[in-house]
């Protein structure tokens, strides 16, 4: 009896834990929080490495196996969510100096383009300076009402940012892109840096094949899926599975939630569509009440190792 109310206490003490990441380079003018630095990741990296069990296999924590809990470890996965192509360039060789494996969930409608959309609105919302020149601009491409540029004449970038997002989200990604690019020259607007790019399909290929990689789906054009019709949703989740089939062969079997976005209709099809794990943004230890369909994962803000440790309790 006392050896397994040790094993529960050691269980409850040492909770598995999934960390969420979008890019690894200088921080970013725009006004997502989405960005860790190369020093700041390679410390949190090595804490992992010399304090912590990193697995190999996602599903490991995803089946609330209790050998997780071995030896009183810490255990974690470690995931990146969109594709950008720093996750093969700057995040891939720290994670290799480590020895820590990694899932990449992959938005496939921009894999091969120039930018993620959300970063080149970033970009141009981020310019306090420009923001009557940005309203009326977007005023002109029908973008936002009249009756709304009064108002965000005098608003944060932040607001601006929200307002513009509203739209732009509900169109399809050419039409978007196009908007974007003509709002860019009306405002000026410089190009965006190209290390803020997605990888494109050679670069997934190699990103794929290394040992410590593990690459998942993460929707086809980054939808809202809890905010979707179902047949939209339907749709973007299967045609994301298909793409990536297209380029790595039938192999995926994790996904991510856009946004963290989901609900019953959602979690469904992503069931329907032959996925076995999937992951949303709930900002929590794996529990063992935990869906597999619905399991939480912790997004990773720009600190060092020590701050780090502080806050995932690890020993520093």
Same mark, same amino acid.
């Given at each position: ?11 409850? *003490? ?17 006004? %997502? ?8 990741? @390679? ?12 697995? *190999? ?33 700057? =995040? ?16 496939? =409608? ?17 310019? =306090? ?9 977007? +005023? ?26 509203r739209r732009l989200? %509900? ?12 709002? @860019?020259?009306?405002?000026? +607007? ?26 998942? +789906? ?15 949703? *339907?749709?973007?989740?299967?045609? @994301? &599975? ?9 192999r995926q079997h ?9 609900? &019953?209709?959602?979690? @469904?099809?992503?069931?329907?569509a032959g996925f ?15 869906? &597999? ?15 780090? =440790?502080? %806050? ?5």
């Amino acid at each position: 009896m006392t050896k397994t109310i040790r094993r529960v206490e050691s269980a409850a *003490a040492a909770p598995a834990r999934v960390l969420a990441f979008h890019r690894v380079a200088p921080p970013t003018a725009g006004r %997502r929080n989405l960005t860790v630095t190369a020093d700041s990741f @390679s410390e949190q990296m090595q804490v992992l490495f010399r304090t912590a069990f990193v697995d *190999a296999q996602i599903d490991a924590i995803a089946s609330h196996d209790r050998r997780l809990h071995r030896r009183g470890r810490h255990h974690f996965a470690i995931t990146f969510d969109d594709g950008y192509v720093d996750n093969l360039t700057t =995040a891939l060789p720290i994670l290799e100096q480590n020895d820590l494996p990694v899932t990449v969930f992959i938005s496939t =409608a921009f894999i091969g383009k120039p930018y993620f959309w959300w970063d080149r609105l970033d970009e141009l919302t981020s310019n =306090a300076d420009q923001r009557s020149t940005l309203v009326n601009a977007a +005023c002109s491409l029908q973008l936002l009402a009249e009756q709304q540029e009064d108002e965000l004449a005098v608003a944060t970038p932040d607001q601006i940012n929200r307002a513009l997002e509203r739209r732009l989200e %509900r169109l399809v990604l050419e039409e978007r892109n196009d908007l974007l690019d003509e709002l @860019s020259q009306l405002t000026g +607007c410089k190009p965006l840096d190209s290390s803020a790019r997605p990888l494109n399909e050679s670069e997934l290929v190699r990103l794929a094949s290394h040992p410590l990689v593990t690459i998942g +789906c993460h929707g086809h054009r980054h939808l809202k899926l809890g905010q979707s019709d179902r047949a939209d949703a *339907a749709k973007d989740i299967l045609h @994301s &599975k298909q793409a990536l089939a297209a380029v790595l062969g039938p192999r995926q079997h994790t996904f991510a939630y856009p946004h963290g976005s989901h609900d &019953k209709t959602s979690v @469904s099809l992503v069931k329907e569509a032959g996925f076995s794990l999937a992951f949303t943004t709930d900002s929590r230890p794996v529990s063992i009440l935990d869906s &597999k369909w619905r399991l939480p994962r912790i997004a990773t803000a720009d600190i060092g190792g020590e701050e780090f =440790a502080r %806050r995932r309790r690890l020993p520093i």
